[in-house]
């Protein structure tokens, strides 16, 4: 699967972004979807990650109840709709595939994810 992300941009602290992440290839509706986040001199981070049926999601702490992760299958889209953005979200944001076959679980490391798409630049100006 091949992976492309979009939606990033420049957005006042306290507003909203919809990352989008479009997969090409087949069986996208049997990969667990992830979205990570790497600001500049920082490590890759988990944030926010659902299952190939959209059935379970996981977030980061910091992001609960801000973030709010989603698919459509039909359209082979993941979303990251992110709201009440805070300077320390900004980074630049990756998704990635991992294949849900034979009941692998949702992963919340990048280690557990094999197929990831370019970044797309998030900055919150404060």
């Known amino acids: 699967v091949q992976l492309q992300a979009s939606g990033g941009g420049l957005v006042q602290a306290g507003g909203s972004l919809r990352l989008t992440c479009a997969a090409s290839g087949r069986s996208f509706n049997m990969y667990n979807m992830g979205w990570f986040r790497q600001a500049p001199g920082k490590e890759r981070e988990f944030v926010a990650a659902?299952?190939?049926?959209?059935?379970?999601?996981y977030y980061v702490d910091s992001v609960k109840g801000r973030f709010t992760i989603s698919r459509d299958n039909a359209d082979k889209r993941a979303y990251l709709q992110m709201n009440s953005l805070e300077p320390e979200d900004a980074a630049d944001y990756y998704c990635?595939?991992?294949?849900?076959?034979?009941?692998?679980?949702?992963?919340?490391?990048?280690?557990?994810?094999?197929?990831w798409g370019q970044g797309t630049q998030v900055t919150v100006s404060s």
């Open positions: 990635a595939a991992d294949w849900a076959g034979d009941g692998h679980l949702v992963g919340t490391t990048s280690r557990e994810y094999d197929f």
């Open positions: 659902i299952s190939w049926n959209g059935g379970d999601t």
